[in-house]
């Protein structure tokens, strides 16, 4: 019986086709408290504040506290102010 030819396949060909299944849901982006307080232009001690005052959500990996980019639009859209 003969061999059928392998032919290359690159990641680009699978985002191509389209899928007939449930869609891949991709993770959320976690950012750590440096680059949360990097951002907003506060310190570290800040955010750790936030979330120790459970206004700022913050999951627990082990040892490192990450904040979903979820939970930090969230955060945002409570503080802002109307004029």
């Known amino acids: ?11 680009a060909s699978f985002e191509e ?4 299944g449930p869609q891949k849901r991709t993770l959320p982006r ?3 408290t440096e ?3 990097d951002s907003l232009s506060v ?22 506290v990450r904040i ?3 939970d930090l639009r969230a955060f945002l859209a409570r503080r802002r102010r109307r004029r």
């Open 43 to 64: 310190s570290p001690r800040t955010v750790s504040r936030w979330i120790e005052r459970e206004e700022l959500i913050a999951h627990e990996f082990g040892r490192s």
């Open 1 to 11: 019986m003969p061999r059928a030819a392998l032919r290359p396949v690159s990641a």
């Open 35 to 37: 680059e949360v307080s």
């Open 68 to 70: 979903a980019d979820d």
């Open 30 to 32: 976690f950012y750590t």
């Open 17 to 20: 086709e389209p899928r007939s």
